[in-house]
Each structure stands twice: as structure tokens, then as C-alpha cells.
């Protein structure tokens, strides 16, 4: 399990860096991926401090830090 979620971190962080800040949603659909390893991969980019993470009205914005 750990192998692909480092692989889906790398699969979110290329997608965030061609495409800008994205929801959390979009990113999921456009990964393919399910809720469990979405989220595992956001959170191993936000612990290596790599993606800023933003609340809004219907779930979360994802952008890569500058």
C-alpha cells in the first residue's frame, strides 16, 4: 500500500503542476483514483509541506506551494 501511495503522490503532483490549483473532486476524477488513496497521497504532499490545502463551501482547493 505504501508503494502506491507514493506513486499517487507523484501522479498528484505532476497533475497540479500542469494544471494549477484544482479541487480535491477534479482531482480524483481526473486521477481515477479512490477517496482512500486520494487522500493518502494529499496527505503524504502535505507533510512533505509540497501542496497548500484550502476549505471551501463544497470540499477543498489543492495547489502546489511556490
Partial sequence: MLSEI??????????LDKNGE????KLKSALGITNTVLYMGIGWL???GKINI????KGYKISLKK
Avoid at 22 to 25: E, R
Avoid at 54 to 57: F, P
Fill in 6 to 15: 507514493g506513486i499517487t503522490s507523484g501522479q498528484i503532483w505532476k497533475y
Fill in 46 to 48: 502535505a507533510r512533505e
Fill in 54 to 57: 484550502v476549505e471551501y463551501a
Fill in 22 to 25: 484544482v479541487t480535491a473532486l
